[in-house]
């Protein structure tokens, strides 16, 4: 009698990642760039490919590198990676009769244009204005049929480093036998925003040309959705403000009013997630050559601290009514 298998396939999907696209849309002389790190899976009907090793059900990631740089080329929506992303995705499902989910994360660096003359903008000069980056994941599910298309859309930042000098404290905390830190009612306050918001789903439109390469983006955005083009923006400016104005009681309290003010500012955002960790920098102790550096107040030379930081992570929910 054979053997039973004591293992099967629960999940499987597969791609290509870390596709990097650089793309110039040209409008007479004025230029439009973006740089995107893509990465594309895909999900459907390939277990074979696993437990049989049967390679005929498998799109090669090679050819999904290409579709990608095919899209970048001919997408009437390379400039918005939210857009692009949900056209990619639309593609594959659409593409491929065995393919029921496609998954695509977008990262988007910064270039801003170089501001010459009486404050004009250059039209095809730019520079590399920071280092944290746009984020976009999509998902773009054909399970209920070709005709069916849900998108799932999440966006954000990552990496955005932040640092305000006063206006911080940190009071009131559990104090046991394993406390040393000292409480503080003024601090710096520095961190690196790691922020996501997801949106409600959206009915996509199966492409109606042969070639499948059709994307419709909806007439009459509603302010706040997923095609609403200032939602980056304005989760951007939001980040920013509070974290500037609010007298923060801890890190918490200032993530929570950050995601307050996102929701509020955006109809169709549901869950605003942000990951915020800790950029310590300690007062060095000049106690020995008489010199007082520890107080609040007169605390002026720091050193950074990497490692180990706090770490403050939450997602804020909109309530359903």
Known sequence: MPNKPLSSLTAARYGKTKVRVFRIVRQDKWHHIVEYNVDVLLEGDIESSYTEADNSVVVATDSIKNITYYLAKVSPHILNP??????????????????????????????????????????HAFYRDGDDKRVVKVEVDASKGKDKLVGRVGAGISDLLVLKSTGSKFEGFIRDEYTTLVEVDDRIFSTSVDLEYTFSEIPLKAPGDAEKLQFAVPEGVED?????????????????????EDESASVQATLYKMAQRIIAENAHIQTVTYTLPNKHYIPVD?????????????????????APSGLISATISRKQE
Not at 86 to 108: D, N, R
Not at 224 to 244: C, I, K, M, N, Q
Not at 287 to 300: C, M, Q
């Open 82 to 123: 939210e857009k692009f992303a949900l056209h990619l995705g639309t593609f594959f499902v659409s593409k491929y009769a065995h393919v029921h989910k496609a998954f695509v994360a977008i990262e988007q660096l910064r270039w801003a244009r170089i501001p010459v003359e009486a404050g004009k903008e250059h039209p």
């Open 224 to 244: 706040g959705s997923v095609w609403d083009e200032e939602v980056p923006e304005r989760a951007r400016r939001a980040t920013l403000e509070v974290f500037a």
């Open 286 to 306: 000049m106690k020995y050559i008489g010199v007082d550096n520890l107080t609040p107040s007169k605390a002026e030379v720091f050193t950074p601290v990497a």
